[in-house]
């Protein structure tokens, strides 16, 4: 009989055991992206999921200023609470039709009217002034380009798409 509760013991151990291994094998990305993003931007972006997006910076293409090929985290002009501010890094479409990234140097704003003065960069000597409507979103961060980021990133999108309660209901 002190065998048999034993046994049972064991085997709900095993069970147990298995259980908690599988929640934290599921719950070490989202660890990842919260310490990769921060709190407050992986929050945000569950309230804003349109407003969040990542790109992969493919041998600096993207942005030049941006070594290396990494991955780009952009909270889009969409979001409620956008605000571009000097030395702030965003992504824009230029005036010949590219998509490009720079830091904003200087802002000028004339009435409701905003340009902003893109820094200039080892491809342009000169700097580029922009509109705010030309402003796709602003740089958030950038992370290297390795498996793990890419695996939690792209679960990371995933999740506030699909499984995201707030964005289920609206």
Same mark, same amino acid.
């Given at each position: 009989?002190?065998?048999?509760?034993?046994?049972?013991?064991?085997?709900?151990?095993?069970?147990?055991?298995?259980?908690?291994?599988?929640?934290?094998?599921?719950?070490?990305?989202?660890?990842?992206?919260?310490?990769?993003?921060?709190?407050?931007?992986?929050?945000?972006?569950?309230?804003?999921?349109?407003?969040?997006?990542?790109?992969?910076?493919?041998?600096?293409?993207?942005?030049?200023?941006?070594? @290396?090929?990494?991955?780009?985290?952009?909270?889009?002009?969409?979001?409620?609470?956008?605000?571009?501010?000097?030395?702030?890094?965003?992504?824009?479409?230029?005036?010949? @039709?590219?998509?490009?990234?720079?830091?904003?140097?200087?802002?000028?704003?004339? @009435?409701?009217?905003?340009?902003?003065?893109?820094?200039?960069?080892?491809?342009?000597?000169?700097?580029?002034?922009?509109?705010?409507?030309?402003?796709? @979103?602003?740089?958030?961060?950038?992370?290297?380009?390795?498996?793990?980021?890419?695996?939690?990133?792209?679960?990371?999108?995933?999740?506030?798409?699909?499984?995201?309660?707030?964005?289920?209901?609206?």
């Amino acid at each position: 009989m002190i065998w048999k509760r034993y046994t049972i013991r064991r085997e709900e151990t095993k069970k147990i055991t298995k259980l908690l291994f599988f929640v934290m094998l599921s719950i070490i990305p989202f660890l990842s992206v919260t310490n990769l993003l921060g709190m407050e931007t992986f929050l945000d972006s569950f309230e804003n999921p349109d407003s969040y997006m990542f790109l992969k910076n493919s041998n600096g293409y993207l942005a030049s200023n941006i070594k @290396g090929s990494s991955f780009i985290i952009i909270k889009r002009s969409n979001h409620p609470e956008f605000d571009v501010k000097e030395w702030d890094t965003v992504l824009y479409s230029s005036s010949s @039709g590219d998509i490009s990234c720079n830091t904003i140097e200087h802002i000028y704003s004339i @009435g409701p009217l905003k340009r902003y003065k893109l820094k200039g960069n080892d491809i342009k000597e000169y700097s580029e002034t922009i509109y705010e409507e030309q402003i796709i @979103g602003k740089v958030v961060k950038t992370l290297d380009n390795n498996i793990w980021n890419t695996f939690s990133l792209e679960l990371w999108s995933i999740t506030i798409d699909n499984l995201n309660i707030c964005s289920l209901i609206k």
